[in-house]
């Protein structure tokens, strides 16, 4: 199938196994990890860069495999979790860049289909929130207090 907005085929490239194994290499306990994970949640960190640093720093290739549980479930629990997803907060960030940027070069008409593409891309991931209950049914993703969501 195709890209949505580029007009090129989708893209190939290697994927993770589907079977998750417990790799007996990790010394970590299952505890160990969680504990890890809200100690870098604490530093203000994304479920994203948690991840990277488990990866990077610990040696901890996937979470899900030793706990069970994903980043953001184990957020949830302790309480930790942002109030937005991940996702939409960093289309929302970017959506602001390119309208600081346009502000700036009012006849880049690139950066003005970027801003469409990437609000459409908002409200469709908005829409999906909403049916999964993820968002309150009447929130709204709004330009002229776009700044304010994201600090």
Known sequence: ???MYSGKRGKSGSKKPAIKIKHTWIRYTPKE???LVIKTA????SPSQIGLILRDSYGI????AVTD???TQILKENKLAPELPEDLISLIKKDIELMK????NRKDMTAKRG????ESKINRLVKYYKRTKVLSPDWKFDKANIKLIVK
Do not use: F, S
């Open 1 to 3: 199938m195709a890209r």
């Open 33 to 35: 990890i969680e504990t």
């Open 42 to 45: 604490k530093t203000t960190r």
């Open 61 to 64: 290739p996937e979470t899900k």
């Open 69 to 71: 549980k994903t980043i």
């Open 101 to 104: 940027h346009l502000e700036q």
């Open 115 to 118: 801003i469409q593409i990437t």
